[in-house]
């Protein structure tokens, strides 16, 4: 076998967008934070923000700040902290740490290596190369591909699965409920969600 510059092929240089993905577990940890806050009925002023890669959180007094403080530090103990009080707001900045960052980095670079390489498998490609490059990037090259458009669509499709809070309250009448599981639609009027299990 022979490498891409006797037997043609594809050459890719792909980079982990770093900021997307601290700004999504600051999301992420965002929403958590706001549970946190209502189930044990600390008062707080809305919205809980996110501002310059960091949570903010603001409190009408000092009290209630460091309560909110003590709870989510239980969850989040490698968050940097910061405090804060601006005009009659008493505030809570939370930011990931350099080292959770490089944590998070690492991850994102190890599944995407996991994701690309099963990608690639789909593309019957004999002795393709996928490996780190530097701490951010991530080489492809596959030997012999001729179509590259198709090599490309299937390396930088994008699949991404979010989980959202949504109410649990009741839905109003006449809204129709559907949930896909395992291929099925499931209808809350049909047999039970254990039923299909």
Known sequence: NYGLDLQGGVHFLMEVDLEAAVSGQLNDSRATMRTILREERIRYRPPIELEDNRIA?????????????????????????????????????????????????????????????????????????????????????????QDTTRAKDLISAIATLQFHLVDDGTAPDGTTLEYEFEGQVYDPGAPSHEDLL
Do not use: C, H, W
């Not at 940097?80 to 990931?96: A, C, H, I, P």
């Not at 099963?118 to 490059?133: C, S, T």
């Open 57 to 145: 959180i603001r409190f009408t007094d000092a009290q209630s700040r460091s309560q909110a403080n003590t709870l989510i530090r239980e969850q989040f103990p490698e968050f940097e902290l910061r405090t804060d009080q601006v005009g009659n707001d008493y505030v809570l900045y939370y930011s990931m740490a350099e080292a959770s960052q490089l944590q998070l980095q690492e991850y994102a670079i190890q599944q995407n290596l996991t994701t690309l390489r099963a990608r690639v498998n789909e593309l019957g490609v004999k002795e393709p190369k996928i490996q780190q490059m530097g701490p951010n990037r991530i080489l492809i090259e596959l030997p012999g591909v």
